[in-house]
């Protein structure tokens, strides 16, 4: 059963102490990864796409790692803005989004 | 502004009421998807369209009702909840089922009484 785990739960930084997000997975075969940054009470937004192991994407403070068995997402001094959930989803082939639970990060100024 | 737009934004019902959610996306896309999210769950994939079939019904209640009368517009109907359905109830389209990623609307909060 394709499977995906994120750690930790919950994570409370403060401003500027850089940090580093994972996202395990166990999938038959892999189409693709997904970050996504979630706000409370509203609708995931759209962060990465990863398509094979060694693959590296950056947006701002923010850079997604990929491995055949898990990803991360690399948070490099962050602002308080960078506050939220961030959800990891995994495309299997023949088979729909498998999200995992999401790791909800506090940065404190 | 992600081109889904999800209405209403809050929505309290009773059990014995009949609403629905609104989906409308102005991507060009041509899959629809209602994902619903409960507290420290993972979002839960409910109902997929793919050019206006529904080609995934992943074992959903029946008091949950899909329609999608075009590949622009999405509907859930609701009637005789639960107090458990209670829940964030998002929607999210992509190029394709096999392709993409999914882009999702602001959600809809459904609370049941």
């Known amino acids: 059963e394709d499977q995906v785990t994120q750690s930790p739960e919950a994570l409370r930084l403060q401003e500027g102490e850089s940090s580093s997000l994972n996202c395990s997975y166990t999938v038959s075969g892999l189409r693709g990864l997904f970050w996504y940054r979630q706000d409370p009470g509203k609708g995931p937004e759209f962060l990465f796409t990863?398509?094979?192991a060694g693959e590296e994407k950056e947006k701002e403070r923010l850079k997604a790692t990929l491995t055949k068995k898990e990803s991360f997402l690399h948070i490099t001094a962050p602002k308080p803005e960078d506050s939220a959930t961030y959800l990891c989803?995994?495309?299997?082939?023949?088979?729909?989004?498998?999200f995992g639970p999401g790791t909800r990060l506090s940065v404190l100024p | 502004e992600t081109g889904v737009t999800q209405t209403p934004r809050h929505l309290v019902m009773g059990m014995t009421n009949k609403k629905s959610l609104k989906c409308e996306q102005h991507l060009g896309h041509n899959a629809m998807y209602w994902y619903k999210q409960s507290a420290k769950k993972p979002l839960e994939l409910m109902f997929v369209y793919s050019l206006e079939e529904r080609v995934e019904n992943n074992s959903v209640p029946s008091r949950f009702s899909p329609e999608c009368p075009n590949s622009s517009h999405l509907f859930l109907h609701l009637h005789t909840l639960q107090p458990e359905d209670s829940a964030l109830y998002l929607c999210a389209s992509s190029q394709g089922t096999a392709t993409g990623e999914l882009f999702f609307g602001e959600g809809s909060r459904l609370t049941v009484l």
């Open positions: 990863l398509y094979s």
């Open positions: 989803a995994v495309d299997p082939y023949g088979q729909n989004f498998v």
